[in-house]
């Protein structure tokens, strides 16, 4: 594809619920990233998905968080019994060859969650 | 701790006027150091990055930032600052810690007035 693409764009849930958020990373991109930013707040590292290795998941807040890349690819967030403090604008990034901090993020638009 | 800090909360110049947007940083070794920019409803784009050699890097959309080791400062410049700029700007760090950590500032929203 062109670019990162996330879906959906905007989600809003009851308190309790799981969530699951999706990133299409660039086609051939092999490093992938997860990272979250609260209102008036710079990104917050959440983790980083680099070909076949174990992800680090040094970022996740709680234990409610966990995240999936299937096939080298496709990523999944999921935030299981959601949480008010958990509304955020959740993005994606990638990067071609995951020397991450050297090479270029893409980011994708972001899922904007909103936890009520 | 490794830390990333962008003093300005939010900075409002007129159209044509000069730019600079303050980031510094802590850390022990010289970090890899990126500017990002988000404008509205879009995704981080970015800016320019500097990983080592010349120290004054250049970007896209005329932006350039210098890296001065001794005052652990990148700041970002433009000399001309245009109603399109405005957005929020990004300062980041990466650090080589033989793993992938990249820390992010808090950002600074830029407000150009006519």
């Known amino acids: 594809g062109a670019g990162v693409s996330q879906s959906p764009s905007n989600k809003v849930t009851e308190k309790g619920k799981d969530v699951e958020l999706r990133c299409d990373p660039i086609s051939g991109h092999t490093a992938l990233y997860w990272y979250r930013q609260s209102l008036g707040q710079g990104l917050e590292f959440l983790i980083y998905?680099?070909?076949?290795?174990?992800?680090?998941k040094s970022g996740l807040p709680s234990d409610r968080f966990s995240a999936e890349r299937t096939g080298g690819s496709v990523s999944t967030l999921t935030i299981q019994r959601t949480q008010q403090e958990d509304s955020a604008v959740y993005l994606c990034a990638s990067s071609l060859v995951g020397r991450g901090n050297q090479e270029t993020q893409y980011f994708g638009p972001g899922t904007r969650l909103l936890v009520l | 701790a490794q830390s990333v800090t962008q003093p300005d909360i939010h900075i409002t110049v007129s159209e044509g006027a000069s730019l600079e947007l303050r980031c510094n940083y802590s850390y022990g070794a010289t970090p890899y150091l990126f500017w990002y920019v988000q404008s509205p409803g879009q995704g981080l784009q970015l800016l320019l990055k500097?990983?080592?050699?010349?120290?004054l890097v250049q970007g896209i959309k005329g932006f350039e930032a210098e890296f001065k080791r001794s005052q652990s400062s990148f700041n970002l410049r433009k000399p001309s600052v245009h109603w399109s700029d405005a957005a929020e700007y990004f300062c980041a760090v990466g650090l080589n810690t033989g793993g992938f950590k990249t820390i992010f500032g808090a950002g600074t929203r830029l407000f150009v007035k006519a």
């Open positions: 998905f680099q070909g076949n290795s174990a992800p680090d």
């Open positions: 500097y990983f080592s050699g010349d120290t």
